[in-house]
Nanobody, 121 residues
Framework: QVQLVESGGGLVQPGGSLRLSCAAS????????MGWYRQAPGKQRELVAI???????NYVDSVKGRFTISRDNARNTVYLQLNSLKPEDTAVYYC???????????????WGQGTQVTVSS
């Protein structure tokens, strides 16, 4: 069994900052790519940022220069630092991880429970 547990969401003013965390726990061999998605009311879920095992990153254009994704492999944790927040960043943020599980190793996508980020205006 594998679980991803998120924390760090909240209500902030425009221009404010938040730091989201997502920790993987359970039985698994390794974690490959990890990422953050978000979904606003009435909108399709979109990829926000991804990070590979080697530390390569990519971001959706709307958050470049404002958000930073990072990971701590020793803690099986991925982070998303959200700076200079805008009202349009308001959404439920979900972490995602491609995790290799056994005993016959294969890769599965796991999702966190979601954490609400609200940027007031």
């Amino acid at each position: 069994q594998v679980q991803l547990v998120e924390s760090g969401g909240g209500l902030v003013q425009p221009g404010g900052s938040l730091r989201l965390s997502c920790a993987a726990s359970g039985s698994f061999f390794s974690i490959n790519a990890m990422g953050w998605y978000r979904q606003a009311p009435g909108k399709q879920r979109e990829l926000v940022a991804i990070i590979t095992t080697g530390g390569s990153t990519n971001y959706v254009d709307s958050v470049k220069g404002r958000f930073t994704i990072s990971r701590d492999n020793a803690r099986n944790t991925v982070y998303l630092q959200l700076n200079s927040l805008k009202p349009e960043d308001t959404a439920v943020y979900y972490c995602n991880a491609a995790i290799v599980v056994g005993p016959s190793p294969y890769e599965l996508d796991y999702w966190g429970q979601g954490t609400q980020v609200t940027v007031s205006s």
